[in-house]
């Protein structure tokens, strides 16, 4: 099979962010893509469907090229069914996203409380959510989506209430609504039914506004919080992962409610 320089280059470039992610990996695996791995031995460009399915193992990525080995057939099976045992897990949650005019007031006081001085970690208003289930590291991401979808409410309305502390955990609060904690219950009995364990605490209603917070100059429960609300039309299974400049949320799936008006 030949190749150019430039032509490996532009393969290569595409294929290796696939590769490094492992949920790409995963996923490139379970659909068979097809794609090409260098042979260490011969220098030589091949074609699989997977590396799993051919006895390849992706060992490293060197210099910006991918490397192979051929594992020893007698243990393959055995290499099988470590894979299987360390699929790649992710880390879990259901949650309702939140929509403006809620995200304009929160992004008011978080603006504001900066100003003062508060020090703390706060995440981008982008991320603002309010947690159903906390589910944790799992390793299958279809099961719970499986699970959530058959979860059923209508839309409910929801109003900003102001904000407290949970130690050094600054949040803004709702009004009670018994809608949104049958939706969490119901979230909570859905994942159950399906084996999958959640966070057993009590659901409370909030808003995590700062992690480490920290402040001489503001009473954040004096913090006037303008009022606003909003519809809540859907929830998500989200997921989260540690990033360079804190925590990334992506929605793998939004289950909308059955009746979408109040």
């Given at each position: 099979?030949?190749?150019?320089?430039?032509?490996?280059k532009?393969?290569?470039?595409?294929?290796?962010?696939?590769?490094?992610?492992?949920?790409?990996?995963?996923?490139?695996?379970?659909?068979?893509?097809?794609?090409?791995?260098?042979?260490?031995?011969?220098?030589?460009?091949?074609?699989?469907s997977?590396?799993?399915?051919?006895?390849?193992?992706?060992?490293?990525?060197?210099?910006?090229?991918?490397?192979?080995?051929?594992?020893?057939?007698?243990?393959?099976?055995?290499?099988?069914?470590q894979?299987?045992?360390?699929?790649?897990?992710?880390?879990?949650?259901?949650?309702?996203?939140?929509?403006?005019?809620?995200?304009?007031?929160?992004?008011?006081?978080?603006?504001?409380?900066?100003?003062?001085?508060?020090?703390?970690?706060?995440?981008?208003?982008?991320?603002?959510?309010?947690?159903?289930?906390?589910?944790?590291?799992?390793?299958?991401?279809?099961?719970?989506?499986?699970?959530?979808?058959?979860?059923?409410?209508?839309?409910?309305?929801?109003?900003?209430?102001?904000?407290?502390?949970?130690?050094?955990?600054?949040?803004?609060?709702?009004?009670?609504?018994?809608?949104?904690?049958?939706?969490?219950?119901?979230?909570?009995?859905?994942?159950?039914?399906?084996?999958?364990?959640?966070?057993?605490?009590?659901?409370?209603?909030?808003?995590?506004?700062?992690?480490?917070?920290?402040?001489?100059?503001?009473?954040?429960?004096?913090?006037?919080?303008?009022?606003?609300?909003m519809?809540?039309?859907s929830?998500?299974?989200?997921?989260?992962?540690?990033?360079e400049?804190?925590?990334?949320?992506?929605?793998?799936?939004?289950?909308?409610?059955?009746?979408?008006?109040?």
């Open positions: 099979m030949n190749k150019t320089i430039s032509e490996k532009a393969f290569l470039e595409e294929i290796i962010p696939l590769v490094a992610d492992p949920l790409k990996k995963d996923e490139m695996q379970q659909k068979h893509y097809a794609f090409l791995l260098k042979d260490t031995n011969g220098g030589k460009l091949y074609k699989y997977t590396f799993d399915s051919h006895g390849y193992a992706l060992n490293s990525l060197i210099n910006g090229t991918l490397h192979c080995s051929r594992p020893d057939t007698r243990k393959r099976n055995r290499m099988h069914t894979d299987q045992n360390h699929r790649q897990t992710m880390r879990l949650f259901a949650a309702v996203r939140l929509e403006s005019p809620v995200l304009d007031s929160l992004s008011q006081v978080r603006a504001e409380l900066k100003r003062a001085g508060a020090s703390g970690s706060f995440p981008s208003p982008e991320n603002y959510h309010i947690t159903l289930a906390f589910i944790g590291e799992y390793p299958d991401a279809r099961k719970v989506k499986n699970a959530l979808n058959d979860v059923r409410f209508s839309a409910f309305r929801i109003e900003l209430s102001g904000l407290g502390t949970f130690g050094d955990t600054l949040w803004a609060g709702l009004r009670r609504e018994p809608q949104m904690e049958n939706l969490a219950l119901t979230v909570r009995r859905a994942l159950a039914a399906a084996g999958i364990q959640s966070d057993p605490k009590p659901f409370r209603a909030h808003i995590t506004l700062a992690r480490r917070f920290s402040s001489e100059t503001v009473d954040p429960r004096r913090v006037e919080v303008r009022e606003a609300g519809t809540v039309h929830f998500s299974l989200m997921r989260s992962q540690f990033g400049r804190g925590m990334i949320y992506t929605e793998l799936a939004r289950i909308e409610a059955e009746r979408n008006t109040i």
